[in-house]
């Protein structure tokens, strides 16, 4: 399944990357007023032994949105961020109010709509592009250690593969204040749709 993607498809897969989170940062920018800076974005075929150290590492205490990707192509999606940088971004998005800790209902229900606005925004720019509609189910929300939402992630596809196709890009505010990933993570079974739509698009008719 995987054995098919060429270094042509992870340009390819970049690029989509680059242009849907693109999107979601646009969308974040609206919200919160700040400007945001994104990585370009890295597409790896990792263990999932691997999965959480690149998102900063096993230890770290993050807040996880996590989605089911339904319609044309399957997959799953995840917004990471650590724990600092949720609270800090519930602080913007309260305009400065403070916040409870541990998170209460309020604070976890307005990071799964932030997470569903970026998700959607996303999604809805890489659907286009592929022309292949990509729906984002109502998101999940874990904090937790990074190994350990990861693994949330990755229970299904250890039933079907001991490897993940992961399309990262990183995103942060100029001074840092937060940040956080948007990571995709294709359905092995649907790497095979994904790849018919890139290769219309790099041969149009």
Not at 38 to 46: D, G, I, R
Not at 49 to 74: P, Q
């Amino acid at each position: 399944m995987f054995q098919k993607i060429d270094e042509r498809d992870l340009d390819a897969l970049r690029e989509i990357s680059n242009i849907g989170a693109g999107h979601a940062v646009t969308a974040l920018h609206q919200m919160t007023h700040r400007v945001i800076t994104l990585e370009v974005p890295s597409v790896q075929l990792l263990p999932f032994s691997r999965v959480a150290e690149s998102l900063g590492g096993l230890e770290e205490e993050v807040v996880g949105l996590f989605f089911r990707i339904y319609g044309g192509s399957r997959g799953n999606m995840l917004v990471v961020m650590s724990r600092h940088s949720a609270e800090h971004l519930l602080t913007v998005l309260f305009d400065g109010s403070g916040i409870r800790k541990p998170l209460g209902d309020m604070e976890i229900s307005a990071l799964k709509e932030v997470g569903n606005i970026l998700t959607s925004s996303y999604l809805s720019a890489v659907g286009s592009l592929l022309s292949i509609p990509l729906i984002p189910s109502i998101p999940s929300f874990s904090l937790d250690m990074a190994q350990a939402v990861v693994d949330l992630l990755l229970i299904e596809l250890a039933e079907v593969t001991h490897q993940a196709l992961v399309v990262q890009t990183d995103f942060a505010t100029r001074d840092k204040s937060f940040a956080g990933h948007f990571c995709l993570l294709p359905d092995p079974n649907s790497i095979e749709t994904i790849l018919k739509a890139l290769e219309k698009i790099r041969n149009p008719r």
